[in-house]
């Protein structure tokens, strides 16, 4: 499925319809009156809550990569020098035994998987990684060196959700936000479609109550009353049919907000946008027969069920990203994730400068090669 439109949108430089206007003003509602304005309004707010959660991720993924960036640079510059230097000291094993060597061994191939994540590896970085065989796919990230970090600080949103939702990216995981959500939702609205398809599939071989014949014919007229107003919008915006240069260029973008909404089907958007071209009017939306409301308004809660997974696909990545926990996500929330990642990134640098310094000597060589095969045995026990 196509990404959600965003609804109330105008196209670039060009005024948009109150959304509000198609709010059914009476003093006597019926309950799909009632219904219709609120699914307006909540669709309306959710779409606000998912723009400003997009909005402040984008804005903190930008401070975060300013910040972290060079601490992550300076990191990896040190991991590479550790690298080398083990690989180096191995070379000539005069003082160090065999199990030594092999141990020092498995520290650079761990080494190596999180220093090569940083892309455009030296020369001799390479040749050791070819030693070790280490295909150019399998470079991971390090997430103990970067708590969840990536080669660039916004493409953490994209590997969680990738991961969590088993969602393929490219080998550096370059995929905007808007491309991974769109990749989500195809992925979930296959798997609805799927799980729909077995639904009616067992529904065929059941004699079909009048309620469920009820819901089939409103979800036939829902779909009928789109195509409807899609194609009053297309007959009355086809760019082709204008002489007029101006007219051509400002219905050709009116088209593009038109076969987007329909792709989506969106119908807020479609209502929206014959208010804007007088299609319709307030009146008319108000003068609606209920059976026609009733279908817009199983439109409108599948746009609402939408909007709502959704947001909570970039609510979860974001706490799974930037470990906030399941509180409220807020610019404050994410600041001191934040500081607390340049924090650790400032500890882990200030870790690797003091163990370079110490591995030069023999002694302390073995005894940080014993702690770290230590650590490592601890951590994959699990």
Not at 112 to 120: C, I, N, Q, T
Not at 214 to 242: G, N, V
Not at 251 to 276: C, G, I, P
Not at 368 to 375: G, L, N, P, R, Y
């Amino acid at each position: 499925m196509s990404r959600q439109h965003k609804l109330f949108d105008a196209a670039e430089n060009e005024p948009a319809a109150d959304a509000t206007a198609l709010t059914i003003a009476a003093q006597q509602l019926g309950p799909e009156q009632r219904l219709f304005n609120q699914l307006l309004g909540k669709i309306e707010k959710q779409t606000d809550d998912l723009q400003n959660l997009k909005a402040m991720v984008q804005a903190h993924a930008a401070e975060a990569g300013t910040k972290l960036a060079p601490l992550r640079a300076q990191v990896y510059a040190q991991q590479e020098k550790m690298v080398l230097f083990l690989d180096e000291r191995i070379r000539v094993p005069r003082g160090l035994s065999k199990r030594v060597c092999e141990d020092i061994d498995d520290i650079i191939a761990v080494l190596l998987e999180a220093v090569m994540a940083a892309g455009d590896p030296s020369p001799a970085l390479q040749a050791i990684a070819d030693r070790f065989e280490i295909p150019e796919d399998d470079y991971g990230d390090d997430e103990d060196l970067e708590d969840g970090l990536d080669k660039e600080t916004s493409s953490q949103l994209n590997r969680a959700m990738a991961q969590a939702m088993g969602v393929e990216v490219d080998a550096q995981g370059l995929l905007s936000t808007d491309e991974m959500i769109e990749a989500l939702m195809r992925k979930m609205q296959a798997e609805d479609e799927a799980a729909m398809n077995a639904h009616e599939a067992r529904q065929a071989k059941r004699k079909k109550s009048p309620k469920q014949k009820l819901a089939e014919q409103e979800q036939l007229d829902a779909h009928s009353a789109l195509r409807t107003i899609y194609r009053k919008l297309a007959s009355a915006l086809h760019p082709d049919r204008e002489t007029d240069p101006a007219e051509r260029t400002r219905k050709t973008a009116l088209m593009v907000r038109v076969n987007a909404a329909n792709d989506s089907k969106d119908l807020l958007a479609l209502l929206r946008l014959q208010l804007e071209i007088d299609q319709i009017d307030p009146a008319s939306v108000a003068a609606m027969a209920d059976d026609k409301i009733r279908s817009f308004n199983r439109m409108l809660k599948e746009q609402l069920k939408t909007l709502q997974q959704e947001h909570q696909m970039v609510l979860h990545s974001v706490r799974g990203s930037y470990n906030v926990g399941y509180g409220a996500v807020t610019p404050k929330v994410l600041m001191a994730s934040l500081r607390a990642q340049i924090q650790r990134m400032q500890e882990v640098l200030e870790i690797f400068n003091y163990d370079l310094a110490a591995v030069q000597d023999d002694k302390k060589l073995k005894k940080w090669v014993k702690a770290q095969i230590a650590a490592l045995d601890a951590e994959y026990a699990y």
